[in-house]
Every structure is written in structure tokens, then in C-alpha cells.
């Protein structure tokens, strides 16, 4: 059953001064070698929590924007991560808000917050049109049936998965873990 969190959960989530899986050296490894620096292309991490990945993104050479619902997370990742030209948060909801007030981007990111989406093919619709052409977009998350079943609800299952990969013109897949995989979807 998926799990569904309301924008006030996420707010109490990250008040309590909670965080999510910070970069690991094996995920930093993968995506240089499966995505590559930035060279000053822009990104926009979508649900970024306290910054951790939008920082990464900087420190590979992207120019970033971090967003997330919940307006605890963009503090805590102001606070963190300090507001730069080459990285800045912002409180948005992507199920919500316009996607027209944002410029194409080169990538786009989801790490961690893809099996949260309510209405995914909406989202991907969004994701698409946002998107630069040749720009990437980033996924990584659980898998469903890889977790204990109590938590099967904050990863995608087989059917997301599928759904996700369609419409690109190209898709690379890898496992991260036992419980991880990543994507990178190009345009």
C-alpha cells in the first residue's frame, strides 16, 4: 500500500531535526560514472530535503535549484548549505505549483522522493516538458518489493518502474543496493 505523507508530516519530519540517506561513496561513484559533471548546467533537484543532493549536484559543477514541499526542509537546507548563484532552495510543491515559473533545465533530480509522487504521470508529463533537450532526468528510490513489507509503501513497485522508464529516448538503470536502483532518463 503506498504511503501517503501530507506536506504538514513532512514539515513535523523535518522540524524534529530528522534527515533522510545522505550521498554514499558508492551512489557518488555511479553517478559520475552514469551522469558526469555538470560543467554549469543547470539542475533542479526536486524534493530535496535538507540539501544534501543539491549540494552534491554543486559540488560536481551544476548550477542547482532545491525544492521541496515542505518549508522546514528548504530552512534546515538554507541553514546547511548557504544560498549561492550556483545553489539556492526554494519552498514548492511539484504536484501542486506551476512548472511555468521554472526555465528548462539540463537535469532533473528525484532522489528519494519519486515514490512519493501522487500523481505520477502527471509528474513525468511535467518532468518532460520541463526538461531541456538531451537533459536528463535522475531517479533514485526504493523498490517496493525489496523492502520489508511494512515499508513497501515508500518505494516504487514493478509497474511504476515500467511506467517511469517509458517515453525516453534512452534509460539507464542500475542497482544501488539491495534495496536501491537508479535511473537515468534522457531526453
Not at 550521498?23 to 560514472?33: C, I, Q, R
Not at 530535503?49 to 515542505?70: K, N, P, Q
Not at 518502474?161 to 534509460?171: D, P, Q
Request: hydrophobic residues 40%; negative net charge; proline residues 3%.
Amino acid at each position: 500500500m503506498r504511503t501517503v505523507v501530507a506536506v504538514d508530516e513532512w514539515n513535523a519530519h523535518y522540524a524534529a531535526g530528522r534527515d533522510f540517506r545522505p550521498v554514499t561513496s558508492e551512489e557518488a561513484v555511479a553517478f559520475d560514472l552514469n551522469v558526469g559533471e555538470g560543467e554549469g548546467r543547470s539542475a533542479l533537484d526536486i524534493g530535496c530535503g535538507t540539501g544534501g543532493f543539491a549540494s552534491f549536484l554543486r559540488e560536481r559543477g551544476y548550477s542547482v535549484t532545491g525544492v521541496d514541499c515542505a518549508s522546514e526542509a528548504i530552512s534546515t537546507a538554507t541553514a546547511r548549505h548557504g544560498s549561492t548563484s550556483a545553489l539556492s532552495f526554494r519552498h514548492w510543491n511539484a504536484e501542486t505549483d506551476s512548472w511555468a515559473e521554472f526555465p528548462a533545465h539540463d537535469f532533473i533530480s528525484c532522489r528519494l522522493s519519486y515514490a512519493f509522487i501522487q500523481r505520477k504521470v502527471e509528474f513525468l508529463r511535467n518532468v518532460k516538458s520541463s526538461l531541456s533537450i538531451g537533459g536528463v532526468f535522475y531517479v533514485m528510490t526504493p523498490l517496493a518489493d525489496k523492502l520489508p513489507p511494512d515499508r513497501s509503501g515508500i518505494g516504487i513497485s514493478a509497474e511504476e518502474a515500467e511506467e517511469l522508464r517509458c517515453g525516453w529516448n534512452s534509460v539507464r538503470e542500475w542497482e544501488l543496493d539491495a534495496q536501491h536502483v537508479c535511473y537515468t532518463l534522457t531526453l
